[in-house]
């Protein structure tokens, strides 16, 4: 059964920092290039930062450059997303994603877990 499990503190203040975590079962998790995306009220899902299946690319959105870092270890099957400098507009839901294309595309989201920057 394939989970993904993402988790950390919900609420931080502004200029604080807060670092996701994503535990994932069920695959083969260092065959699978793995990513954050996050949801604001009203807004659609936004690709927030991505890692290779190695850790030995990432890429993140241009307005996150910087702030957020997004590193996995693969013993423990899992991911991270590690933000700094948090903002009021960075609140949104962040969704863990894994993703491996070969040939057949196999595509796995968390269920999201809640960030709220707020004083």
């Known amino acids: 059964q394939v989970q993904l499990v993402e988790s950390g503190v919900g609420l931080v203040q502004p200029g604080g920092s807060l670092r996701l975590s994503c535990a994932v079962s069920?695959?083969?998790?260092?065959?699978?290039?793995m990513s954050w995306s996050r949801q604001a009220p009203g807004k659609e899902r936004e690709l927030v930062a991505a890692?290779?299946?190695?850790?030995?690319?990432?890429t993140y959105a241009d307005s996150l450059k910087g702030r957020f870092t997004i590193s996995r270890d693969n013993a423990k099957n899992t991911v991270y997303l590690q933000m700094n400098s948090l903002k009021p507009e960075d609140t949104a839901v962040y969704y863990c994603?894994?993703?491996?294309?070969?040939?057949?595309?196999?595509?796995?989201w968390g269920q999201g877990t809640q960030v709220t920057v707020s004083s």
């Open positions: 994603n894994a993703r491996r294309n070969s040939g057949t595309l196999w595509d796995y």
């Open positions: 069920g695959f083969t998790f260092s065959c699978f290039s």
């Open positions: 890692i290779s299946s190695a850790g030995s690319r990432t």
